[in-house]
């Protein structure tokens, strides 16, 4: 028995390890059928990742602009304010309650939002946005919510309201902000596949186009950005992806050899602006001397110039060659309903001021309520006290019998209440003290709930006219928070600067004329001119061909070079004087043609074309020169003129591809300069362009006149200062030009201005004293101002008075009969000894008349006779 019991249990343990075998394999294969392909685990963990970061991460929400960190750092300063700072370590890990992330990005993000001065007001060295300077360590530095972001940005009683990360706090899903606090703050960041930039814009502009939205009216908004510069906005798109804006440092010519940035560029420091001005300079783009940093509060950057280095063509050159000028594209993207959405920046004010109307809406709600409760209950407690119901109760034995009896009490008056009576209410009576009842005051409760009522009428009034309480809402965030936010970005259409027009020369061109080479490299042969490493170079064949290239340090061309310069495009002065013969034995032709611009490395033919034709004589001329050639022929029979001259000044200028005029048919010996000649080009005519504050030659803008040699262009600045300038085109002009002209030495202004040192109105007619330098013609007090100029010959003014004297008679001056001509420098005389209000010029007596220069390329209709153009420009109080 014992046997078969050994083998029964045997046989009953092996059964079990076949079981449990079988249900391991089992389990495997389940486990292999489960088995998720790499593909399957990289879309759907990618996706959540992807998805988490642009929600939870980069992108901020729409309804209050912020990011989660933002919002959460926010809520977390708002849980601690008590008025007083807190220090930043402190804040940071009050928030990472609400934040599942690392202290380091709490208190970056903490940084970024005190250095844009708007929602926290921040004590201690938060570093410098003009240096790039980092912001001292947390510990060493407090923060507190501004009173801006405590009137805008939080209340709990219309905050939707979340549980945070680890479910053991609140936190709001978004902040009930009523201001368009995304655009005002400007906003980047980079998620997974998509990124967002929206820029930051002007306080006050974003309260003006918030009203005018809500008025019905069109408005459009631009950045502003706190570092200043100079932006051009003309390819904004509202802010949409695809737009972009130009942004310019802020140059100024200190003096002939220094130049001085004032204002950044958005996105950049003086540190980083500094070492692509430093790059720039090693690379041959630009000349510099030494550079000095002496930014603090204000960005003051010097740049010190070479001996014999053009400030002017410097300034272009720093901004084509420099992070001076940067070009930057805005992508608006935010979170609408939990997903990225693509909008401008006018559909976000849009939205924003909705949203708003939407939120004050909700806070009169709360209040009409709150108004019609506390109305509630004090209509109550003066019924239940006036009637005294109370002693009703004092033969009742239970509470319920005390509720049924005060309620029956009630009942005559419950049509008077708003709402019905509740238990609750009951309640509240039966805790009034019996000291409150012998001393309740009915004249005093009737004042309370009239002025309850009084309250009610203004919420109702707000409700109903909720637009107009919205506008006024902005209004007062403008009154109280609008000061000192002035726009700092100058918006200003900016032109293109050609590179290769303001690169300064750092290689130098030479040419192998025999060989056919040119090139930088070729120091033992023909040196040409100096050049830059972006120029292009035109090369001539002696068989008419020519070709338009790049530098570089060897290119082959051609062989039997005839003439090689540095190309400029689009020049049409530049003027080629060129005798060819046509063929081998053909007529000996003559032309005069200007080259403008062709496609790089393309050959092309001066000449005919015919095979074998050569150029004979050539010459390049900057100005349009025609010069006196003699032509000798080779001898032959009956030849009755083997000698003539010929002037190029009688050829006329046409096209390049032009065949030009036969100048003989017979074989030529010989040609000989006789005389340079002059240009036949005439003056060159110039322009302004108010726009971009630049000259050009193209027709865009005024016209100033036709120069020649060394005619000057006066400018005047509404700050009462003169200069004199060149015509180049490359020159730039002060922001605040009220004349520029051609200069006329004998031309008289008359000039009208507070002079700050004697606090009178003084008048003064002055001729200008040539000057390429700044000089004030009212005072060297920078306090004094200019009301008027005119360059009116007999000008008459009108002068009123106010204060004491705003009675008196306004007065007529001839000014030509008031004052003589004097220098520039003297102070003139005083208008009047009254207080002065205003002064108007009136149409003068007498009136000369002169001949307008005249510009054949503008309409007669636009040209202006500038003899009868009497005021240039006013600046009155």
Not at 31 to 52: C, P, Q
Not at 278 to 285: E, F, T
Not at 450 to 475: G, P, R
Not at 737 to 761: G, N, P
Request: glycine letters at 6%; proline letters at 3%; one cysteine or more.
């Amino acid at each position: 028995m014992s046997n078969e019991k050994k083998e029964k249990a045997d046989q009953n343990i092996e059964e079990a390890k076949d079981q449990n075998l079988k249900k391991t394999e089992q389990k495997h294969s389940d486990e292999l059928h489960k088995i998720i392909h790499l593909s399957g685990m990289y879309k759907d963990w990618f996706l959540d990742y992807a998805s988490y970061v642009i929600l939870e991460r980069a992108v901020p929400h729409i309804n209050d602009g912020l990011k989660p960190v933002q919002r959460r750092i926010l809520h977390a300063m708002k849980r601690l304010d008590d008025g007083r700072y807190n220090k930043v370590a402190n804040i940071i890990g009050y928030t990472m309650q609400y934040h599942p992330h690392g202290d380091a990005s709490i208190g970056d993000a903490l940084v970024q939002l005190g250095q844009k001065d708007l929602l926290i007001d921040a004590q201690g060295n938060w570093g410098n946005i003009y240096t790039g300077d980092g912001a001292a360590a947390p510990r060493y530095i407090e923060a507190r919510l501004s009173k801006f972001a405590l009137d805008v940005v939080f209340n709990p009683k219309t905050t939707e309201w979340k549980k945070s990360y680890d479910g053991r706090n609140d936190e709001p899903v978004t902040l009930p902000v009523k201001f368009p606090l995304l655009l005002a703050q400007g906003v980047e960041g980079i998620a997974v596949g998509l990124a967002s930039k929206i820029l930051p814009h002007n306080f006050n502009e974003l309260i003006d186009a918030a009203i005018a939205y809500l008025k019905g009216k069109s408005f459009e908004l631009y950045p502003d950005f706190p570092t200043g510069g100079i932006a051009d906005f003309s390819k904004y798109n509202d802010g949409i992806r695809g737009g972009s804006i130009k942004v310019r440092a802020k140059v100024e010519k200190e003096d002939k050899k220094t130049l001085k940035i004032t204002e950044l560029p958005f996105g950049k420091n003086t540190q980083s602006l500094i070492d692509s001005i430093l790059k720039a300079n090693d690379k041959g783009k630009i000349k510099i001397r030494k550079i000095d940093d002496n930014t603090a509060e204000h960005v003051e950057i010097l740049i010190h110039l070479p001996s014999g280095t053009s400030p002017d063509q410097t300034i272009d050159a720093l901004y084509a060659f420099t992070d001076c000028e940067v070009p930057i594209s805005p992508n608006s993207c935010i979170i609408e309903n939990s997903k990225p959405v693509f909008i401008g920046v006018s559909e976000i004010l849009k939205t924003s001021a909705d949203n708003t109307v939407e939120l004050l809406k909700q806070e009169l709600e709360i209040k009409k309520k709150e108004l019609q409760e506390a109305w509630h209950l004090s209509s109550l407690e003066k019924i239940f006290i006036e009637n005294r119901i109370y002693h009703d109760i004092e033969e009742c034995e239970t509470w319920e019998s005390v509720i049924e009896t005060i309620d029956k009490g009630l009942e005559p008056f419950k049509k008077l209440l708003l709402r019905e009576v509740t238990k609750e209410d009951i309640v509240k009576l039966t805790e009034i003290k019996i000291k409150r009842i012998t001393r309740f005051d009915v004249k005093k409760a009737d004042e309370y709930i009239k002025s309850i009522e009084d309250e009610l009428k203004e919420v109702q009034n707000h409700l109903d006219h909720i637009i107009d309480y919205a506008i006024n809402y902005y209004k007062q965030i403008r009154k109280k928070h609008g000061d000192g936010r002035d726009r700092k970005t100058e918006i200003r259409n900016l032109d293109t600067i050609a590179a290769t027009q303001v690169v300064v020369a750092n290689e130098k061109l030479y040419v192998n004329r025999e060989e056919g080479f040119i090139g930088t490299s070729l120091k033992k042969d023909e040196f040409i001119s100096e050049c830059s490493d972006i120029d292009e170079v035109i090369v001539f064949l002696r068989d008419g061909k020519y070709i338009i290239t790049k530098v570089d340090d060897k290119v082959f061309v051609g062989k039997d070079i005839e003439h090689v310069a540095v190309f400029k495009r689009n020049d049409d002065r530049t003027i080629y004087n060129i005798i060819y013969r046509d063929g081998l034995n053909g007529a000996i032709m003559v032309k005069r043609c200007a080259i403008k611009g062709i496609t790089r490395d393309k050959e092309y033919d001066i000449t005919k074309g015919t095979n074998k034709s050569k150029i004979l004589y050539m010459t390049a001329n900057p100005n349009g020169e025609a010069e006196i050639v003699k032509i000798y022929l080779r001898p032959r029979p009956r030849l009755k003129k083997p000698i003539f001259e010929f002037d190029f000044s009688e050829l006329a200028i046409k096209g390049r591809q032009s065949m030009g005029n036969i100048l003989t048919k017979y074989a030529l010996h010989k040609i000989v300069l006789k005389d340079e000649g002059v240009s036949t080009l005439g003056g060159r005519k110039i322009w302004f362009e108010e726009e971009v504050l630049r000259l050009n030659a193209d027709g865009r803008g005024e016209y100033i006149g036709e120069f020649h040699g060394d005619d000057k262009i006066l400018v005047i600045t509404k700050s009462g200062k003169y200069r004199l300038s060149s015509y180049d085109l490359m020159n730039h002009f002060e922001d605040d030009v009220m004349v520029i002209e051609k200069f006329r030495l004998e031309k008289i202004f008359s000039a009208v201005y507070y002079d700050a040192d004697l606090e009178y109105y003084y008048v003064k007619r002055f001729t200008i004293e040539p000057s390429d330098k700044l000089t004030s013609f009212i005072g060297e007090n920078e306090e004094s101002r200019l009301l008027k100029l005119t360059e009116v010959e007999y000008p008459r003014l009108e002068v009123s008075f106010g204060g004491r004297h705003k009675n008196r008679e306004n007065e007529i001056i001839e000014v030509a009969e008031f004052i003589g001509v004097k220098s520039y420098k003297a102070r003139g005389k005083r208008l009047s000894n009254y207080e002065v209000k205003v002064v108007t010029e009136l149409e003068p007596l007498i009136v000369k008349q002169e001949e307008p220069e005249t510009n054949e390329n503008v309409d007669e209709a636009g040209e202006e006779d500038k003899s009868q153009m009497s005021l240039f420009g006013e600046n009155n109080e």
